[in-house]
């Protein structure tokens, strides 16, 4: 199995309203076929650096998460976070869970 983690940044884009949109965009990508599952949230740490939304997505294998990077939803999600400019941190890793 592999965990696909991204961690959305706050900055000044970045509203309670676009986080909600933005919570519900990432929710919508587990219609990608390859995806086992994928849990998103705001986040309430105050260890937590600045990062406002949490990702994890599950896939079977590297080759899921390959086609996944690739997909359209994927993409138009990527590309809204882009466009605000939003600072992310994505770490990927294999796991047996």
């Known amino acids: 199995m592999i965990q696909h983690v991204v ?3 706050e900055n000044e884009n970045l509203t309670d ?3 909600s949109s933005l919570i519900s965009q990432l929710q919508s990508l587990n219609q990608i076929p390859e995806v086992n599952e994928i ?5 309430f740490s105050k ?3 600045d990062v406002k939304i949490g990702m994890i997505a599950k896939f079977p ?3 899921a998460l ?8 994927h993409l138009k999600v990527v590309n809204r ?13 294999p796991s047996t869970i």
Not at 66 to 73: A, P, V
Not at 81 to 93: A, G, H, N, P, T
């Open 81 to 93: 976070l882009l466009e605000l400019k939003l600072e992310m941190i994505v770490v990927d890793f």
């Open 7 to 9: 961690l959305i940044k």
């Open 47 to 49: 260890l937590s650096r």
């Open 66 to 73: 390959k086609i996944y990077n690739k997909h359209e939803l």
């Open 61 to 63: 294998d590297k080759n």
């Open 39 to 43: 849990i998103v949230g705001t986040n």
């Open 17 to 19: 309203e676009v986080a």
